[in-house]
Nanobody, 123 residues
Framework: QVQLVESGGGLVEPGGSLRLSCAAS????????MGWFRQAPGNEREFVSG????????IYSDSVKGRFTISRDEAEKMVYLQMSNLKPEDTAVYYC????????????????WGKGTLVTVSL
């Protein structure tokens, strides 16, 4: 059974940094596409960043481009999200995702979800 487990969320001041981690388990071969969505209170879940199998450059939403960096360790089945220059509007639950297809147009195309980790950006 596939599981995705996130860690690394927490409270950070505006301008600060956090690193999220996601550990995948439950199968021996890699997912085609892994990454992160987020959901703020009252909002729909939105795409943040994704990483294709094979070491391609990360894919980012416009709202985080230049501030967030995604990386992936395929041997360890890990995906990371380094978040810098955090803003209050980055406050959300961040969900790791895995999919056996690319591209994905929405969360409906995702095959597996983690349970989420809360990131709060506030003074």
């Amino acid at each position: 059974q596939v599981q995705l487990v996130e860690s690394g969320g927490g409270l950070v001041e505006p301008g600060g940094s956090l690193r999220l981690s996601c550990a995948a388990s439950g199968r021996t071969f890699n997912f085609v596409y892994m990454g992160w969505f987020r959901q703020a209170p009252g909002n729909e879940r939105e795409f943040v960043s994704g990483s294709l199998e094979g070491g391609y450059s990360g894919i980012y939403s416009d709202s985080v481009k230049g501030r967030f960096t995604i990386s992936r360790d395929e041997a360890e089945k890990m995906v990371y999200l380094q978040m810098s220059n955090l803003k209050p509007e980055d406050t959300a639950v961040y969900y790791c995702f895995a999919a056996d297809r690319y591209p994905i147009n929405s969360g409906r195309d995702v095959d597996y979800w983690g349970k989420g980790t809360l990131v709060t950006v506030s003074l």
